[in-house]
């Protein structure tokens, strides 16, 4: 078996999760959060919309992870997301989280907003 190395460029990988909180580069953030090439910041949630719409153009997908389970997103904030051209994919936090780090390590552009899983 060949191991590779995987150097993150501009972002930082999400290193693990639990009930309530994400590890992101060793570093621990309560509740949900949003991270990507800019760094990582708590995130408000479905209506937090504006920190979002700022990664239009920065990255090329966004995953937004729904928690424990999938869920569909809110109209009014797949409908700005569409508006601003922003591509993005749905998913239970732990998948996006894990999905995530594999585009990253593929040298992507990706950015992570993730609910907190129970």
Do not use: H, K
């Amino acid at each position: 078996m060949r191991l590779n190395e995987i150097t993150y460029t501009d972002a930082t990988p999400i290193d693990g999760y639990g009930p309530g909180f994400f590890r992101v580069g060793g570093e621990v953030f309560q509740g949900s959060m949003l991270t990507g090439a800019t760094g990582t910041t708590a995130w408000g949630g479905y209506e937090d919309i504006a920190p979002l719409l700022a990664l239009a153009g920065e990255v090329d997908v966004l995953f937004l992870g729904t928690g424990t389970e999938i869920a569909y997103l809110p109209a009014a904030l797949r409908e700005a997301l569409d508006q601003a051209g922003l591509g993005f994919e749905v998913m239970n936090s732990p998948s996006a989280c894990r999905t995530y780090n594999v585009l990253l390590a593929e040298g992507r552009r990706t950015a992570l907003a993730a609910l907190a899983v129970v």
